[in-house]
C-alpha cells in the first residue's frame, strides 16, 4: 500500500510539474513547446484520477484535464496551419 501511495503521489506531483511549465510556455506563446508538455501532463492527470478514491477530488482533476485538452486542441490548430 505504501508504495501505491507514493506513486499515486508521485504521479500528482509530475503532473503539477508539467502544468506549470505548460503555463509559462503557453503564456510566453511558445506553442511548440507547451503542446508536448499538455500531452505529458494528461498522461500523469489520467494515471492520477484513476488511482484517486475521492470522486470529487477525481471529478475536479478531470474537469481541468478536459480545459487543458481544450487548449491543447487549440494550439495544435494553430501550429498545423503554419506547418
Known amino acids: 500500500m505504501l ?3 507514493a ?3 508521485s504521479f500528482r ?3 503539477i510539474e508539467y502544468v506549470k511549465q505548460v503555463a509559462q510556455e503557453d503564456s510566453a506563446g511558445n506553442y511548440a513547446k507547451a ?7 494528461f498522461e500523469y492527470f489520467k494515471t492520477y484520477a484513476k ?3 475521492n ?3 477525481r471529478e475536479a482533476v478531470m474537469q481541468k ?3 487543458h485538452l481544450r487548449r491543447a486542441e487549440e494550439i495544435r490548430a494553430v501550429r ?3 506547418v
Open 13 to 15: 506531483e509530475q503532473a
Open 7 to 9: 506513486m499515486y503521489r
Open 3 to 5: 508504495i501505491v501511495c
Open 80 to 82: 498545423d496551419e503554419f
Open 35 to 41: 503542446f508536448p508538455l499538455y500531452m505529458n501532463s
Open 51 to 53: 488511482y484517486e478514491n
Open 55 to 57: 470522486y470529487k477530488i
Open 65 to 67: 484535464v478536459n480545459e
